[in-house]
């Protein structure tokens, strides 16, 4: 089998890690710029991050025979000071046009705070700007739906965004309806005890079907499963799922959206 993670932080992962995910089938993954553990004290941090993801991360996992992309941004976790966050997005244009960049992510809202939706309406017109595909991180816990609800309210009033081309990611029971039924793509995170869990992942893909829905695994610097894409897998294949099931929702459907920006390889 082969299958395609589409959002996963390898910069917090061991080469072991790509080791593992070439041997279970993933072909490709997608890099979102993301919250390092600590808030970086410069825009100059930021500069060597969008080097590491665009110049450092590809070669590591060539290695492996893992086809890595990415998606640059200031995440909404270090966006609230919006002085301090513009120095960084006048950063970003410079790196669009590098090969595995595939758009503006993971932009979102972390505590729903003022500064973070003036933020993200800023990088909103900035991937609109640079026509680039959007890839979206809603807040956790009891903030998720009233986030989720701000986040499509500020991509509405651009105005000139496809939502075809947003993927929305971290949904849950609660929100997934809310985000396929405006036209967006929903990302399902999956983690071994929060947000999704593969066995969660797989009630939502019986609830809800295939359509415009996907799973990744966001391994990152916590708690957090490499492997919980073919977990998720494993799940549904137990449930009697036909593998035309499980490959829509693992590589054939990750592949139609990211090959909207035209610098996606799934090898």
């Given at each position: ?5 589409p959002h996963i932080h390898m910069v917090s ?71 301090f966050a513009r120095e960084v997005i006048e ?177």
């Amino acid at each position: 089998m082969k299958y395609i993670d589409p959002h996963i932080h390898m910069v917090s992962r061991t080469t072991d890690d790509y080791h593992n995910m070439a041997l279970a089938g993933c072909v490709a993954i997608t890099e979102p710029a993301f919250w390092a553990g600590y808030d970086r004290s410069s825009p100059q941090g930021f500069y060597d991050y969008y080097r590491l993801l665009t110049e450092t991360e590809p070669k590591r996992a060539a290695a492996y025979g893992i086809n890595h992309h990415c998606w640059l941004c200031i995440n909404p976790k270090e966006a609230e000071d919006p002085a301090f966050a513009r120095e960084v997005i006048e950063l970003i244009p410079e790196f669009l046009d590098k090969p595995g960049v595939l758009g503006v992510g993971e932009i979102g809202l972390n505590k729903n705070s003022k500064n973070e939706l003036t933020i993200l309406e800023e990088q909103i017109a900035l991937a609109a700007k640079h026509n680039q595909l959007v890839l979206v991180h809603t807040p956790h816990l009891e903030d998720k739906l009233k986030g989720t609800k701000l986040i499509i309210d500020a991509i509405k009033r651009n105005g000139t965004i496809d939502p075809g081309r947003v993927l929305i990611d971290h949904v849950e029971e609660h929100t997934v309806d809310l985000v396929l039924s405006e036209g967006f793509w929903a990302g399902m995170t999956l983690y071994p005890d929060t947000k999704c869990t593969p066995q969660r992942a797989a009630d939502i893909i019986e609830m809800c079907g295939t359509e415009r829905l996907w799973i990744n695994s966001a391994g990152d610097w916590g708690h957090s499963d490499p492997l919980a894409v073919p977990k998720c897998r494993l799940e549904m294949k137990r449930r009697g799922h036909t593998e035309e099931t499980i490959d829509t929702i693992s590589y054939h459907n990750p592949m139609k959206f990211l090959s909207q920006s035209g610098k996606f390889n799934a090898g």
